[in-house]
DNA sequence: TATTGTTATACTCTATAACTATA
DNA sequence: TATAGTTATAGAGTATAACAATA
């Protein structure tokens, strides 16, 4: 028998990922990765990323509400969020009014081009979706939704 | 009825997103997200990220791979290997031999260090999993596993 | 005193081009 | 000429401290 020293060890002609690949945390970033990758293929023609087009969904679902509070609901740092809301502004996406009742808050709401520009992308997005998990059971597509929601839950307590 | 304009729009009570929750990729990435977070306090006693510990691994299961191998399995530039594989040879617990038959080449093993280290983090990995996971049924694992391997295998072909 | 939004900063992860040494 | 590993660099995404204006 031969020794196998580190000097003179073949290199393996396949690489095993067996104890990798048993871990359901590893396929869950996996997946988020190769969804996230094509999302973001589906978002550019629109000039949006992952990032603004979640904010500009929820500002165009919660008209009025304030960097705060969208900052909360993306699980977001709100410094972060400036140059988010930033660039949605520049671009005529949303608005930025000062809230007269408290005058250190703005109140984001989109506009008119906001709007369509988010219905556009949704329509694409949805898409996207059916693309991904379209050859899903029904079945499937509730159990992997409820599971998901179970995932987030467990670590929301677990903190 | 008084008008709603953006500068007495009132603030949203509460934040709906109900839009971005109807979407699987939105639910796969927050608990891609929430996995990641609680592995990474998972592997911190052992002074190992997730990038770290999953090139630990593969370097343990894969005697004598290379560093070419090794990104091409982890997914990710070679560029960017270069540092973690720089950091686990600095702590002693993988070696990085030149191929005698391919002097370019160099051929990563785990020390004996790497490889006890490796096996006290796999424990608390699979404590974490079943923190997470545990919950679930036997059979919703197997489902979710399964989805996740779809979705993983619709990108690839999706390329 | 506390809160909203902001600036500055830093750290991680990722991506690309160009170099070196070997083949 | 092609490949393995490296360097340098730049871009996202994320996190914290400290500040001005306002409450």
Known sequence: MKPQTAANMPQPAQVRDDRLGGLLGYGLRRASNAVQADLAETLKPFDLRMITYTALVLVVDNPGLSQTQLAAAMDVERPNLVVIVDELERRDLITRDRVPTD?????????????????????????????????????????????????????????
């Open 103 to 159: 005058r250190r808050t703005y109140a984001l709401t989109a506009t008119l081009a906001g709007g369509r520009l988010c219905d556009q992308a949704g329509t694409a997005v949805r898409q996207h979706e059916a693309r991904i998990f379209g050859a899903l059971s029904e079945e499937a597509r509730i159990l992997l939704a409820e599971s998901l929601r179970h995932v987030i839950a467990r670590r929301k307590g677990g903190v």
